[in-house]
């Protein structure tokens, strides 16, 4: 069955629940679905796993709602971008999962793809490997990882048909469209919503049946920084 | 000088990843046109940009805005990454803050700081079919950056091919690194000073050396 809403971000980010496990897209803020969190900074739910590369920037994007106290953990590959993520580290109160970046996406699409894990190269006789399980493949050491899966991801898209198909723009593409393939329930953000039909088939990304929810951005990244839409 | 050394190392039609730092004005001594720059947040056929044509959603892999080249693709992160692994990315050209003597690259993490950041590079360097790396020859307090053994958290076991420099160029050949190149005024004897890790120096290089 696949019927997208299209709907408002407050209406829709009542899915997410305290406890649950987010994936957020975005590479900084590039990207990121900016409305939606802005809508998590008000909505109650709290306890959450964040998968997502950073957790945004200091004060922005998912920065405000680590600022907020609203994360249990984060798993990412590049926590550096916001300088706040070891504070809260350091204070205990949060826990990090650092992957290598190319772990970390493949292990989004293993999630989304039905795979429970797989063996990469990446990271084998680093710190990154400790405790994991190795084996040798023709003459060569590889390392498990497990895939990653979630129950609501946030998703920033370029324009979606109401049907729920979606096309990215340039490098805001980035860890969107796997995050779209590995939750339960997935919302997408986007610039424009087309009748099914406008956009051709060939160029969609994302097909709708991963899409549950659309709804239309009102926090767009400019060159001078978060606005809002005019 | 070292970004402009390493331009010179790359075969023409070559797929270069840059790294953040030194190899990103590797692409300022690049013809554009015959090069492919792949960024690993999803764009291959990167290219410079002018200021007034700044798009805020375009940017490289250190965030920084880049343009898009004529015959440019864009790709979601696991497939930039299986392009890394999968060894179709030609060169990739890293940043270091150690080296050893045995190939090793170490460039994430400093020990007694907090380890929160990794991004691509343990990716790139188990992937990318030749790594070069491009360093100042000493850190900032002029203690060797090429040294032993790393003392830093390793990136990889994969070692690196070529060493670049501002003292030096060093090339891996069968059991070690050998000092193929002296950059600019530089001399073997301030390579040696700076230097705890071995290598041998080319025969070239000696012969001239004696011939003083």
Known sequence: MSVTTITKAEEVIQNVKTGDTLMVGGFGLIGSPLTLIDELTRHEAAELTVISNNVGETGKGLGILLQQGKFKKAIGSYFTSNREVAQWYNAGKLELELLPQGTFSEAIRAGGAGIGGFFTKTAVGTELANGKETKDIDGETYLFEKALKADVALVRAWKADTNGNLVYYKTARNFNPIMATAAKYVIAEVDEIVEPGELSPEEIVTPHLYVDAVITSRLILTKDGVKERE | ?212
């Open chain 2, 1 to 212: 000088m070292i970004a402009k050394k390493a331009a010179e190392q790359l075969v023409p039609h070559s797929i270069i990843n840059l790294g953040i730092g030194i190899p990103t004005l590797v692409a300022n001594y690049l013809d554009q046109e015959n090069y492919y720059l792949h960024t690993e947040n999803g764009l291959l056929g990167v290219t410079s940009v002018e200021e007034e044509d700044i798009d805020p959603l375009i940017v490289n892999a250190g965030k920084l805005p880049v343009g898009e080249a004529i015959g440019a693709s864009y790709f979601h992160s696991a497939d930039s990454f299986a392009m890394i692994r999968g060894g179709h990315v030609d060169v990739a050209i890293l940043g270091a803050l150690q080296i050893d003597s045995q190939g090793r690259v170490a460039n994430w993490a400093i020990p007694g700081k907090d380890i929160i950041g990794v991004g691509g590079a343990m990716d790139l360097i188990a992937g990318a079919k030749k790594i070069i790396i491009t360093t100042n020859h000493t850190a900032k307090d002029g203690s060797p950056k090429f040294v032993e053994s790393c003392t830093y958290p390793i990136t990889s076991t994969r070692r690196a091919d070529t060493i670049i420099t501002d003292l030096a160029v060093f090339e891996w050949r069968d059991d070690g690194y050998e000092l193929t190149e002296l950059m600019g005024d530089a001399t073997l004897a301030e390579v040696k000073d700076n230097t705890t890790a071995s290598y041998r120096v080319s025969d070239m290089l000696s012969e001239k050396e004696n011939a003083k």
